[in-house]
């Protein structure tokens, strides 16, 4: 590379440091998210076929938590994404 890239790169990564922390909690959030997404039907199968049939009550809580929580990693995700615009 050319030395004058090496010093955009550098400005580049000073303008990010200050962001480092919530970009990786984005990222974090974005894989979390994406398994509570595929774990979806997974779980929605098997409150229909096991747990309402059997009527156990304590499940559906659970499940409801867990799809809550993806929701709000969801939110905290475009927060974490939009902080460093609005400085």
């Known amino acids: 590379m050319h030395p004058m890239r090496y010093s955009e790169i550098r400005w580049l990564a000073s303008q990010v440091r200050p962001f480092l922390r919530l970009h990786l909690f984005g990222y974090f959030c974005v894989v979390i998210t994406s398994i509570l997404v ?4 997974l779980i929605i199968r098997f409150l229909i076929d096991d747990v309402i049939p059997r009527r156990r009550l304590a499940w559906p809580q659970l499940f409801s938590l867990l799809m809550r ?3 709000d990693l969801t939110a905290w995700r475009q927060c974490s994404t939009f902080a460093p615009y609005r400085r």
């Open 69 to 71: 929580a993806g929701w």
């Open 38 to 41: 595929l774990l979806d039907p």
